[in-house]
């Protein structure tokens, strides 16, 4: 994946049930759009302007590390809950972490929802289709 349109560290990656995939990037709190030729297609989730990473606060987006995507093309994604703490540098925060979901409405992106909050280190994301093959990218868990 190249290194523009702010995904500046990939960590994530799950294939789009229409074919392409998307790409979470931690650090910049994006998921991308990709066709199946790696080409550019959309951005899907970016932190509002001028958002940062502080000592109490984590990007509005979350920090995206593993995906997932269902049958219905929902996009789960665990936020691992990235704070700049003055003590204890950089990374996860104590209970800072979410699972979130971006549902599509005539084929828009919505705002991400929270499923589950207050979680230490979720780093990975398995979803799992009765009679298929689970679907999921990065990290090295479920959450």
């Given at each position: 994946?190249?290194?523009?349109?702010?995904?500046?560290?990939?960590?994530?990656?799950?294939?789009?049930?229409?074919?392409?995939?998307?790409?979470?990037?931690v650090i910049t709190g994006v998921i991308n759009e990709y066709d199946a030729d790696w080409g550019f297609v959309r951005t899907?989730?970016?932190?509002?302007?001028?958002?940062?990473?502080?000592?109490?606060?984590?990007l509005s987006t979350g920090t995206p590390l593993g995906i997932g995507v269902d049958p219905a093309g929902t996009i789960w994604?665990?936020?691992?809950?990235?704070?700049?703490?003055?003590?204890?540098?950089?990374?996860?925060?104590?209970?800072?972490?979410?699972?979130?979901?971006?549902?599509?409405?005539?084929?828009?992106?919505?705002?991400?929802?929270?499923?589950?909050?207050?979680?230490?280190?979720?780093?990975?994301?398995?979803?799992?289709?009765?009679?298929?093959?689970?679907?999921?990218?990065?990290?090295?868990?479920?959450?």
């Amino acid at each position: 994946v190249p290194g523009e349109h702010d995904v500046l560290s990939p960590a994530g990656i799950a294939a789009r049930p229409s074919g392409g995939f998307y790409v979470s990037s931690v650090i910049t709190g994006v998921i991308n759009e990709y066709d199946a030729d790696w080409g550019f297609v959309r951005t899907i989730l970016a932190p509002g302007p001028g958002e940062g990473i502080g000592a109490d606060t984590t990007l509005s987006t979350g920090t995206p590390l593993g995906i997932g995507v269902d049958p219905a093309g929902t996009i789960w994604y665990a936020d691992i809950g990235i704070v700049n703490d003055p003590e204890d540098g950089f990374g996860p925060g104590d209970g800072t972490g979410t699972v979130r979901r971006i549902t599509f409405v005539d084929g828009e992106p919505q705002p991400p929802e929270t499923v589950a909050a207050g979680l230490d280190f979720p780093d990975g994301i398995g979803v799992y289709v009765p009679g298929g093959a689970a679907s999921g990218g990065g990290g090295s868990s479920a959450a």
